[in-house]
């Protein structure tokens, strides 16, 4: 995005954290007589954030990780960005500044998809990315909403083409962090009590309402899973909830049926709040080996305009003030201010809350190997 944008999202970002009294009190939240047998301070929980979009050595980002006890992986997105291999760089020199703290997850390149050669190519290209420490790769939604076939009908994710590639990561064991299709919301009428609301008025381009040359988002989401049936070995983490941010019952369907699919909350804590509290502890609950910690807060100074130390700042803060935000939600009890809301806590047991927050995206991504700067 243009920064002129990103600095409306951020004032407007930091108005929705509710800086101040509201997330005092979810702060405190967590630490409530009666909370601490449950989950320790904020402090005393490793959080690893596995979607994180951090492009720029940040000195007052990496010491908010280091007090805060948190790690991020930097994940690298959109196959026709004119930045793409620029954000590959960037990446790479933050893990090899600070490999305890920046691994990060590589993505592919879309706009030579229709020439021949093109899986190999991509093969040879995410190769050289593992080489150089890459603990995943990212697909992104324009394949499904963007990318074409010479005919003009768009590519799904399970097109052939994707195969050898598919294969390949199961081959070398990389999992697939995919984000595919968008919310449901995009599909429907523009909702002001919506969390979806203010992203499709100023992305007007990615609000599909009304417009039938684009795949339903049924669509996309069936091609999603035919990706699993075709590549059983293959791990899948379903970015945002898996894209199912609307449907508890849907995303508990797909983890008994898939069992290497996963999903992870980034930018979608703001859809679960909206549910009852109970519904979705049962499903931390009952899959708490298949459910991991994001936020897919991004900092691309790359995209236009030069960012100055107070934006910098303002935006590590906006990091922190969501860190514990998210962790007065999931580790705390009774009621609390989220996103302008009064929401229940959801008081995870802290055996639920450490594979959360760290012992599922440490087993999946091999983040150990990867933090020791070693490479496979």
């Known amino acids: 995005m243009l920064f002129a944008n990103y600095r409306l999202g951020l004032a407007l970002g930091l108005i929705a954290l509710g800086f101040g009294a509201g997330l005092l009190q979810a702060a405190n939240n967590a630490a409530a007589p009666g909370a601490s047998e449950a989950a320790p301070p904020?402090?005393?929980?490793?959080?690893?954030?596995?979607?994180?979009?951090?492009?720029?050595?940040?000195?007052?980002?990496?010491?908010?990780?280091?007090?805060?006890?948190?790690?991020?992986?930097?994940?690298?997105?959109?196959?026709?960005?004119?930045?793409?291999?620029?954000?590959?760089?960037?990446?790479?020199?933050?893990?090899?500044?600070?490999?305890?703290?920046?691994?990060?997850?590589?993505?592919?390149?879309?706009?030579?998809?229709?020439?021949?050669?093109y899986a190999k190519d991509v093969i040879g290209w995410l190769d050289r990315t593992f080489r150089n420490g890459a603990?995943?790769?990212?697909?992104?939604?324009?394949?499904?909403?963007?990318?074409?076939?010479?005919?003009?009908?768009?590519?799904?994710?399970?097109?052939?083409?994707?195969?050898?590639?598919?294969?390949?990561?199961?081959?070398?064991?990389?999992p697939l962090h995919a984000h595919l299709a968008e919310p449901l919301a995009a599909w429907l009428p523009l909702d002001p009590d919506s969390p979806h609301y203010t992203y499709y008025s100023n992305n007007p381009a990615w609000h599909l309402y009304q417009k039938p040359q684009f795949p339903s988002h049924a669509t996309i989401i069936a091609a999603r899973d035919r990706i699993m049936e075709k590549h059983p070995d293959l791990v899948v983490i379903g970015a945002h909830l898996g894209s199912l941010e609307h449907d508890l019952a849907g995303i508990a369907q797909r983890l008994d049926r898939y069992p290497n699919f996963f999903i992870e909350v980034a930018a979608r804590t703001r859809n679960l709040i909206r549910m009852p509290s109970d519904k979705v502890r049962e499903l931390f609950l009952k899959y708490p080996d298949r459910i991991m910690y994001g936020t897919d807060l991004g900092w691309k100074p790359f995209s236009g305009g030069q960012p100055t130390e107070t934006l910098r700042r303002a935006y590590v803060a906006r990091v922190e003030e969501r860190y514990r935000a998210d962790y007065a939600y999931y580790a705390g009890h009774g009621t609390m201010q989220y996103d302008g809301r009064t929401v229940q806590a959801l008081g995870l047991p802290l055996s639920v809350l450490n594979k959360f927050y760290h012992e599922n995206a440490l087993r999946l991504l091999k983040l150990e190997t990867a933090w020791a700067g070693v490479k496979p």
């Open 135 to 174: 603990v995943a790769v990212k697909i992104w939604k324009d394949v499904g909403l963007g990318a074409k076939h010479p005919d003009g009908t768009f590519y799904l994710p399970d097109d052939p083409v994707f195969d050898p590639i598919y294969d390949h990561l199961a081959k070398v064991g990389k």
């Open 42 to 117: 904020i402090e005393g929980m490793l959080k690893i954030d596995i979607h994180a979009h951090v492009f720029e050595d940040l000195p007052p980002y990496t010491e908010m990780l280091r007090r805060v006890n948190g790690r991020a992986v930097n994940v690298c997105v959109d196959g026709f960005d004119p930045h793409f291999e620029l954000m590959h760089e960037i990446a790479l020199d933050l893990y090899h500044r600070h490999p305890d703290l920046y691994p990060f997850t590589s993505t592919f390149p879309l706009k030579a998809i229709n020439e021949p050669g």
